[in-house]
């Protein structure tokens, strides 16, 4: 008998959820009842393994359990930033070494190309997926440079991107913070709460049931499957998939050898008419920063008006869980990180402030696989999570149906996250070099 020890904790309600209108949403589960294959979480990976599972085998009966409301969790409260490049958050530049690297980009890109065909088949608006691209902004010389050594290494994989200088960054984003930008033309921009409540909608039109408010609390392995227990019900089937990124450890898996870490992001009130004036730039854009401990910015003219959207700090934890206190110094420093680049919408409010899980392994490895017969994880997205999460979720989806391509050899052979050290140690060294590098981040946090 596995017991869960830990349920999802998502601090504040996510700004991308909250300007949509009301999703309809789905039941809970109740009674006992069965399946053939059971997913835990309606996130990235959890949905895109059942729409996967259900492109092979349209019979297939497939159940998908959520904790919270769907698109509450962290697939509807992150950035939005569906990258095809390395993105590695350890790194000073998001670089990695030139073979994984390459390897990378096609997972991802497979993942991009499933969402565009997810939005065209579920219908979903516009809004919910632009393949537009994205820039990593540059506020100092130091991330500058950082964006020229990408730009070469982009290169030297034969990849392309524009550097921007700093009167082409004015004109796009109407502030003057920015020294210059490199333009990288393959990311996918989701509105992710409103893609994630598209996606659950068509996965169960075509007919996977989808339960929320279902958090799982034990898993039992009997003679030939298992059975899955919410408070309330209980569901027998052949093999269940844990889509649960950093709570597979609340499951009891790969103890000490993930990395959870919270981030946060706050999002304006609509910008007025007047406002919008004297911003200027263009209508919509999207900024990764040129240090990844820095500030990733987005202008949004969407279903809620025209609104900023600031995201950074990164803090360590490893129960899940995090202060009130803790969210409302994030908050001040978000304040600042917004008022020093538009100081002509002084006076602009933060509409919504929320924080949400990721997590990483030491070694960037994803917690992927069989656990135990019929048992499979498909978790752990290393700072990539909507396009990795979406490639393991396809990758676990096709390892149920006895499907065998190039994702699931890269997600097979991919090994298995590190072990890490021992607490305090862990801690106490990963806060550390958080502190340590945010600070050096200077003007780009
Ligand atoms: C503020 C912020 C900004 C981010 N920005 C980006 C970005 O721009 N680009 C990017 O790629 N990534 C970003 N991320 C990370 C990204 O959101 C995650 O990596 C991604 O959501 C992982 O997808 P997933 O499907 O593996 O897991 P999740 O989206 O976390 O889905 C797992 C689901 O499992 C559910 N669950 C957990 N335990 C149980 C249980 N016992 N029973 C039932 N359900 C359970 C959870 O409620 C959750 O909904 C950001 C995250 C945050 C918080």
Known sequence: MINVTRQPYDPGLSG???VLPKHQGFGSLSGHTSADIVIIGAGFAGLSAARRIKQIDANA?????????????PAGRNSGFMID???NLASKNYAGDTSSDQKQIDVNRAAITFAQDSTDEYSMPEEALRQSGKINAA???????????YARHLNNIGESSTLLNETEMREICGTSYYLGGLYTPGTALLQPALYIRCFANGVAKSGVSVFENSAVRALEKTGNGWVVSTQ????SCDSVVLATNGHVESFGFYKRRLMHIYLYASMTAP????????LGGEQRWAFTPADPMGTTVRKINELGGTRIVVRNRFTWSPERHVTDAKLVSIAKRHDRSFNARFPQLSGCLMEHRWGGLLCLSQNSTPAFGELDKGLYSACCQNGLGTAVGTASGMAIGEMQMGVS?????????????NRLPPEPIASIGANAVMYWRELKAGREL
């Open 271 to 278: 910008l007025d008419d007047e406002q919008v004036r004297q």
């Open 405 to 417: 391509s190039k994702l699931t050899e890269f997600f097979k052979l991919g090994g298995s996250p």
């Open 139 to 149: 506020a100092t010389d130091k991330g500058h440079r950082h964006n020229v050594e």
């Open 61 to 73: 009966r497939v159940i998908v359990l959520e904790a919270r409301k769907i698109a509450e969790g």
């Open 232 to 235: 309330k019900g209980k569901v």
């Open 85 to 87: 490049l390395p993105h």
């Open 16 to 18: 991308w959820n909250s």
